[in-house]
């Protein structure tokens, strides 16, 4: 079980569970995005086991009717034990579901791959797929230019994964102003859409901006437990807003990498606890 300090992150253990957290937010006008818990695996048979959760979870999401879809770490699906699994795993979940499928972007080493299988499969489902791209990479620029003309929408995000300085901005400052050159230039060439994953002010009224100027549609996807006033202020102003909600029995490091990455997490956390 899952103790109430972690709650505020995580969605429970069950499929289940996250559905009905994801039920509450639609009442709010949030939508979802759901994300099992689980990334690196080395043996096949847990990639398998969490593309079969994420079939059954896309059924569930279609049978309750709940505004929904899902994000897949290419880790989870067997990326770091071939390619070739991964491909198959991804393509078993997208054969499956009706929502739209996201794909969580890790470190460099798996970029290209993540990218190939992408644009494998957002062709082969007109669209209904997306993938994150993050602003630290360098590379980023060109793979957005590869990936203005599939169909399918882009989160971006500032990066996540520690990357060496060859390849990577290290600097705070640098990856924000990428940030908002990356998203100008997603606003004025995509048309299926642009996921603003930020919890940053800044990027969201810069996308606000942008918006207005170039009519693109966006959303903004934050995570659970990150700023989720800001959440259903934004969407009241009819903006689409998704929250990303992980859940599953993998809770544990993902909740210390939250505290970890912002100690106020946990203030937060503790504080959400006591005032119930
Ligand atoms: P930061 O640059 O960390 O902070 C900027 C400002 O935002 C802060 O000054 C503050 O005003 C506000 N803020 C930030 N965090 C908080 C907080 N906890 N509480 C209150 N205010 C806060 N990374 C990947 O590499 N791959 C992925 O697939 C990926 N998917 C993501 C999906 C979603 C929906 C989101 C939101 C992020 C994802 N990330 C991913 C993580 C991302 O790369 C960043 O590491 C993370 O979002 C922190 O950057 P930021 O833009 O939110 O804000």
């Known amino acids: 079980m899952i103790p109430p300090i972690a709650n505020n992150f995580v969605a429970g253990e069950t499929p289940d569970s996250a559905l009905s957290h994801v039920e509450g937010l639609n009442d709010d006008g949030v939508a979802g995005i759901l994300n099992l818990l689980g990334e690196h695996y080395e043996d096949p048979a847990n990639a398998t086991e969490d593309t079969e959760e994420y079939i059954q979870l896309a059924r569930m999401i279609a049978d309750r009717d709940a505004d929904a879809c899902v994000s897949v770490k290419p880790s989870q699906l067997g990326i770091d034990i071939s390619g070739e699994v991964f491909e198959e795993n991804l393509g078993r979940i997208v054969d499956a579901a009706d929502c739209r499928v996201w794909v969580d972007m890790e470190d460099h080493t798996t970029t290209d791959t993540t990218l190939d299988a992408y644009e494998k499969y957002t062709r082969q489902t007109d669209g209904n797929m997306g993938l994150c791209v993050q602003a630290n990479l360098k590379r980023t620029g060109e793979d ?66 942008l918006h207005e100027e170039y009519g693109t549609p966006y959303e903004v996807q934050m995570l659970m437990g990150v700023r989720e006033s800001a959440q259903t202020e934004l969407a009241a102003e009819g903006i689409p807003v998704y929250q990303y909600i992980p859940y599953g029995s993998k809770w544990f490091s993902y909740f210390y990498r939250r505290v970890r990455e912002r100690k106020e997490n946990l203030a937060f956390a503790a504080r959400a606890v006591l005032t119930g």
Do not use: N, W
């Not at 203005?148 to 060496?164: I, S």
């Not at 908002?180 to 009224?205: N, Q, T």
């Open 144 to 209: 957005l230019e590869q990936l203005a003309d599939l169909p399918g929408k882009v989160r971006l995000v500032k990066g996540a994964y520690d990357e060496p300085a060859e390849i990577a901005h290290k600097d705070k400052d640098t990856v924000d102003a990428v940030y908002k050159d990356l998203l100008e230039y997603a606003f004025r060439e995509f048309d299926g859409g642009i996921g603003v994953g930020s919890h940053d002010p800044e990027m969201i009224s810069y996308a606000r901006e």
